[in-house]
């Protein structure tokens, strides 16, 4: 084993070696710079792009001296380039001075100050800019005999209208998601929380992709260890593409062995503020709409927007079902195997005749039924999310009538067992941030109650509290508030008490004490009742 | 990396080496309704008879009915312990018989006679079986209470078990449990009595159409033990006279002369009752006094011309009902001192109040108890008349 | 296991502050409470009741209360000598104030004590399971499968391990109330009198095989320099021994008011109690329930003695890390739970013989070593 893990370390290290190297070279360019030959420029420009297809140079004249811009197709907003850039270079210019300035310094100097009609731009030297902010959106404006370039903000691309995310539909609350736009995002964010606090620090990761990277936290709630923590994390992320949150996430895990989560993620600005709010640290990600949180402890799972939106009575309710389905959708399926294969004098003498009775004749054990079924359901669970709607449907009422109707009717399985497997599927719906754990958990209950009936069952669940106890997030220990056990947290665990009476923020991830509500405001009728005037 | 693979190797082999010893699907168990328990012909044998549930005939599920088969099959072994008898039933049954659902426990009089220890000391020690198990004592063999099918349930167990929740409305017989039944035999000098079973009528004739159900079982009275032997057996009267004095009538009826028409009767709806047991040593004498409380309304009156708003209809009504129970209590007292079995649980009630005394009376009690000097004492109020006041007279004009 | 490497550097860190202490973690009081509790509670919930009542009858309960006054008090010995040492562990300031030789021979006659008392309750453990779950499995089955769990607790440390009972055991005595509410309608009140029958004086001469059971709280001298507070630790284990002898003492009043004259001849009357539950048709036979607190409760009490007697055996050979030891610790336990007694009955009588040593290791020499220090004006660092 230890012989094949250096192996492994050895291979990896060349190969990563190899690429450092290979980035060197790349990286000693940026010590090229420019030459002050237009065409020369453009050559090298091109070269060093692969003479790509959606390489547009335009080239033209300021008065009598060359120049040309450079931008990939379709990362501009061509409009701005023709109306604020080109328009104004070749027309207006003239317009105000016929002769334009000769000389390239002056001239340089003339467009930046009176033609280029774009918020953003910068100056270079350096031919290594000029490509990474090109593969941006920016475009380059070369001018005959000046060896710097004018990289002008032109980002502009098709990108998806802000919609009501799928995944954490609400009834009440905000129904706006983030895009696959870092940008936008950010500023959704900003639009949340107006404050000078909010603090977003930018990094760029991905060697090839050069993902945006954006932390976001709010200075004065946030600890500032965990924001140092996920500084230091992020540097150690050394991959060659970042397509998707999910990349950063496998890197930064507290326990990359662990079936549980330790990082967190949403797709709604509100969401993604309030987790600003309680001292949590965000971490945006161009490319897609999932937004890292960090630390994640556990009770998050229970945790949903709408508990808040909703009045605090109607917020427990939500509360008690949630932790209810995890509950059911994790234990269930043992319980059952477990009382009708060991200890079924713990049910009703009518109802284990009912379950003796629709289990006679089945061909295959308890545990195999639940096996089976559970299997089902997730196929047909998983066939249903990958299909476009109205297939998936079709198949769910196949689907349905297959396990439902034929293989009841047929004798294959129990009646009992389905409903437990229908209700065990539904229940983990309830909470459904950690979805596929709860997978993991259910088998190996299953199995462990299997072999040995309740005691396998409670050993089980002790090995499993056991490591979720001994896991951390970013420091915090995972379970808390329940353990380590922190009882004013707990108003914010099993029930959800008035936001009034919420007064401290989560002392887990704080650990200073801070008020987030003034705690003299008790809501009620006003002490000096107002009277009816006559 | 390697441990938790060798902790996995280990934790797979020793899950798995460990299933199948306790593992029987639920549909292998044998479901057991009642059970019963006779002497066996053989000397120092136990012949032992169940209900074996036979659970889709119960739920039909797929086929709608199921109404087709017997819900239950009666199967019978010897052994020469209770439970040799129950896994020489496997031999027929194929299954092993599942204890803990096993509410009634029927002992065949003959076997109670004889002693029912072995019984009650595996009933105790199995970690299957169940102290809520009731028993009950059939005055013939148990074996022919099984067999006797009781329309109303497709379970002869549940039946029973109705029979023995609806005690409570005529309060005829003692319902007492494997506990309740150890601790009076553990007692040094309280008797466990319990209720008894009777098949009453005869075989039902097929070429008559008629809806009664030919044989029956039928409550009656109860049974009572001197330590693990039965030795003799009570009325429903009497039954009822001793659980006047255990405080344990919750309601009934009882029928008195009508004040003034000494002819016709009345009855009462009992609502609740209380005892007392109170021992008094005076002087180195031991008396007790039984104080029965009891509270009941007027359930019936025949049409006679009396007035029952006038006081002293009531106070005489009260004083027949009162006479009743102590007639009752009475009854069950000289029975009591006949079998000398203290059913009552008076020594207790002496035990509680005198436990310094109580010594010098505990190895005595056998021969003290059928002489002791009981004083019956009814206290016994009419509550409501019930929704009408004066019976209607028909000649009333 | 590989880890990153952002992990790796901090696990460096930490070793590297964390030299000389082969425990890092930090425990609060509340959680010390906990762990109190399970100790006391586990294997006393479901042996006493008879084992009492076969001396004393019906008055079995006064003896619960008088061993819970014994008990702080001896608790409140224990907690001065914590106080007087409040960053090391009994095996180590032995040896402080005994000297080199005997310390040694105090710290190894821990150590035994430890290793004992695990095996006897590994063999409780198993003998409850067998006889009343799975009489058909053999004993190493269940016992391995117990030893998985308590091992990775073990090795978790004893930060995991004191969070794991913060969790569990409130649900535990949550369960335990539900469950005596629920056969409240049983019990009889008869069952109790009459009171003080066998006099002050059986009831005085019978306390000293609960005691034996309750002293075990010497085994929080392991953990008092890992507390928080350590100078609130009086208040914790007397808090934590009061709670448990409440507990004790509920489940004593269901047994009795329930079983009446049969509880002297139950072996495990706290579960036949709980089988005899009847609700509404509805709620029948829960021995799961019971099972739960059984395997939950006896963990973390096996989990605590295993933790003690490994950090104990690693303080005694001056080793820098106890986790070597968890393996070859459990198989010792393992084994010895097998070998030394033929049955249970035998385990019974030999508890009963052994409790008076067991009361000098858990007092006697504390109360001597405390002595010994205040004479010799040896004080450990104050937190």
Not at chain 1, 393 to 398: D, L, M, R
Not at chain 3, 305 to 320: P, T
Request: charge should be positive; glycine fraction near 6%; include cysteine.
């Amino acid at each position: 084993m230890k012989r094949f893990k250096k192996l492994v370390k050895n291979i990896t290290n060349k190969y990563t070696k190899a690429n450092n190297k290979k980035l060197n070279n790349k990286g000693d360019k940026p010590g090229r710079k420019l030459f002050n030959d237009l065409d020369r420029n453009m050559d090298t420009a091109k070269d060093k792009l692969g003479r790509s297809m959606d390489l547009v140079v335009r080239e033209f004249k300021v008065g009598h001296t060359r120049g040309a811009l450079l931008c990939i197709n379709g990362l501009v907003n061509k409009s701005i380039i023709d109306n604020h850039i080109l328009e104004t270079l070749m027309v207006h210019s003239r317009e105000v001075e016929p002769n334009p300035v000769g000389d390239g310094k002056k001239l340089l100097q003339f467009i930046k100050n009176n033609t280029i009609a774009a918020l953003q731009y910068e100056e270079t030297h350096l031919l290594d800019d000029v490509l990474t902010k090109v593969l941006l959106g920016y475009t380059a404006l070369y001018i005959d005999g000046l060896d710097s370039a004018v990289l002008i903000n032109t980002i502009g691309f098709e990108m998806r209208a802000i919609e009501e995310p799928q995944t954490e539909a609400v009834v009440r609350g905000p129904r706006e998601g983030f895009t696959e736009n870092l940008q936008l995002n950010i500023s959704m964010l900003r639009r949340k929380i107006r404050s000078p606090e909010l603090r977003l620090e930018s990094k760029t990761l991905g060697r090839f992709t050069g993902t945006p990277v954006c932390i976001a936290y709010i200075d004065g709630i946030v600890n500032e260890k965990i924001v140092e923590e996920v500084r230091e994390r992020l540097q150690q992320v050394d991959i060659d593409g970042i397509l998707e949150s999910g990349y950063i996430e496998d890197f930064i895990e507290d326990a990359p062995y662990s079936i549980f989560p330790t990082v967190g993620n949403t797709e709604k600005p509100d969401v993604l503020a309030a987790k600003l709010l309680e001292g949590r640290v965000g971490i945006l990600v161009d490319g897609t709409p999932m937004v890292l949180t960090v630390p994640y402890v556990f009770i998050e799972t229970i945790q949903s927007s709408e508990d808040y939106y909703a009045r605090w009575a109607s917020g427990i309710v939500m509360r008690m079902l949630r932790i209810l389905g995890i509950l059911i959708t994790t234990q269930l399926p043992a319980l059952y195997v477990a009382t009708i294969s060991y200890n079924p004098e713990v049910m009703p003498t009518i109802l284990v005749i009912t379950v003796a009775a629709s289990r006679e004749g089945i061909p295959l054990p308890a545990t195999a039924e639940m096996l089976i079924l559970g299997l089902i359901f997730e196929i047909l669970r998983e066939a249903g999310i990958r299909q476009p709607r109205p297939v998936g449907q079709a198949v769910s009422i196949v689907g349905a009538l297959v396990i439902g109707e034929a293989a009841m009717k047929s004798g294959l399985v129990s009646s009992p067992a389905v409903m437990v497997t229908v209700l065990t599927g539904i229940a983990s719906f309830v909470a459904p941030a950690q979805g596929n754990v709860y997978v993991h958990v259910r088998l190996f209950l299953l199995f462990v109650s299997a072999v040995t009936g309740f005691l396998g069952f409670f050993i089980g669940n002790l090995v499993l509290l056991t490591h979720l106890v001994s896991l951390r997030s970013f420091g915090v220990p995972y379970m808390s508030p329940l353990g380590p056990s922190n009882y004013k947290g707990w108003k914010d665990v099993y029930l959800r008490v008035p936001m009034w009476a919420m007064i401290d923020r989560p002392g887990v991830i704080n650990w200073k004490k801070q008020q987030r509500v003034n705690k003299n405001v008790n809501p009620g009728p006003p002490k000096n009742e107002i009277k009816k005037e006559k | 990396m390697k441990k938790i693979i060798i902790c996995l190797m280990l934790i797979c082999f020793v899950l798995t080496s460990a299933g199948c010893w306790n593992w029987i699907e639920i549909e292998n168990r044998g479901l057991v309704g009642i059970l019963g328990m006779d002497k066996a012909a053989e000397k120092g044998k136990i012949k032992v008879s169940m209900q074996m549930i036979k659970p889709s005939e119960i739920k039909g599920g797929k086929e709608g009915g199921g109404g087709a088969g017997e819900a239950v099959v009666v199967y019978t072994d010897t052994g020469n312990t209770p439970l040799d008898a129950l896994r020489n039933i496997s031999r027929k049954t194929g299954r092993k018989i599942f204890l803990p659902e096993i509410s009634i426990l029927v002992i065949g009089q003959e076997l109670a006679r004889e002693g029912v220890g072995p019984i009650m000391d595996f009933w105790r020690r199995d970690h299957e079986t169940s102290l809520r198990t009731q028993v009950i004592i059939s005055s013939g063999k148990a074996e022919e209470v099984l067999n006797t099918k009781i329309p109303t349930e497709k379970v002869g167990g549940f039946a029973l078990d109705k029979m023995l929740e609806a005690t409570k409305f005529h309060s005829k017989a003692p319902v007492n449990d494997i506990l309740e039944f150890n601790n009076d035999v553990k007692s040094e000098t309280s008797s466990p009595a319990t209720a008894a079973l009777k098949v009453i009528g005869k075989e039902k004739d097929p070429s008559k159409e008629s809806f009664s159900p030919g044989k029956k079982i039928i409550i009656d009275g109860s049974a009572v033990f001197k330590d693990y032997k039965m030795t003799g057996q009570l009325t429903e009267e009497e039954s009822r006279g001793m659980l006047w004095v255990k405080g344990k009538v919750k309601s009934g009826v009882i029928i008195i002369p009508v004040p003034g028409y000494e002819d016709k009767t009345m009855d009462l709806e009992i609502i609740r009752s209380s005892s007392k047991i109170k021992p008094e040593i005076k002087n180195g004498k031991l008396s007790i006094n039984i104080k029965v409380k009891q509270e009941a309304n007027i359930s019936s009156i025949p049409p006679v011309d009396i007035n029952i708003e006038k006081s002293n209809f009531i106070d005489k009504v009260k004083e027949e009902n009162e006479k009743a129970i102590k007639k009752e209590v009475l009854a069950s007292l000289s029975k009591a001192r006949d079998l000398n079995a203290d059913i009552f649980s008076i020594g207790e009630a002496l035990h509680e109040k005198y436990p310094r005394q109580w010594s010098q009376y505990e190895k005595r009690w056998n021969d003290l108890f059928p002489y002791l000097n009981v004083k019956v004492q009814v206290d016994a109020s009419i509550e409501r008349t019930g929704m009408i006041t004066n019976p209607l007279m028909v000649n009333s004009r | 296991m590989s880890t990153p490497a952002h992990q790796k550097t901090k696990l460096k860190k930490k070793s590297e502050a964390v030299v000389k202490m082969l425990e890092a973690g930090k425990i609060s009081n509340k959680q010390l409470v906990f762990l109190i509790i399970s100790i006391l509670l586990s294997t006393t919930s479901i042996f006493l009741p008879s084992a009492i009542y076969q001396e004393v009858k019906q008055d079995a309960w006064m003896v619960i209360i008088l061993v819970v006054l014994v008990t702080a008090a001896a608790a409140f010995v224990l907690a001065l000598l914590g106080n007087r040492f409040q960053d090391s562990t009994i095996i180590q300031y032995s040896t402080k104030i005994l000297g080199i030789p005997l310390g040694k021979v105090v710290g190894l006659l821990y150590i035994i004590y430890f290793i004992y008392i695990n095996a006897i309750i590994f063999r409780e453990f198993m003998d409850m399971i067998t006889t009343s779950y799975m009489p058909e499995t053999p004993s190493l089955v269940v016992c391995i499968s117990l030893f998985i769990a308590v091992a990775y607790l073990v090795r978790s440390g004893i930060e995991v391990l004191s969070r794991v009972s913060e969790i569990t055991i409130p649900v535990i005595l949550l369960l335990l109330v539900v469950v005596i509410m629920m056969v409240l309608p049983e019990v009889k009140i008869s069952n109790f009198k009459p009171v003080m029958e066998t006099g002050l004086l059986e009831i005085t001469k019978s306390i000293y095989v609960p005691l034996a059971f309750f002293l075990e709280i010497v085994t929080m001298l392991m953990l008092v320099p890992y507390v928080n507070k350590p100078a609130q630790v009086k208040r914790t284990f007397i808090l934590g021994v009061v709670i448990s002898g409440l507990f004790l003492l509920l489940i004593m009043f269901a047994v009795i008011g329930v079983f009446g004259n049969l509880v002297g001849s139950m072996n495990f009357s706290t579960l036949r109690v709980i089988k005899y539950i009847k609700l509404f048709n509805l709620i029948e036979r829960v021995e799961p329930v019971i099972m739960l607190m059984w395997v939950y409760g006896i963990s973390i009490k096996i989990a605590v003695f295993f933790y003690c007697s490994v950090l104990a055996l690693a303080q005694w050979l001056n080793l820098r890390e106890y986790k070597a030891l968890v393996l070859p610790t459990g198989v010792i336990i393992i084994t010895l739970s097998f070998i030394m007694w033929d049955s249970s009955m035998q385990l019974k009588t030999h508890v009963k013989t052994i409790a008076p040593f067991f009361i000098v290791v858990e007092i006697a020499i504390p109360a001597f070593l405390l002595g010994v220090s205040a004479l010799r004006g040896i004080k450990g660092v104050r937190k």
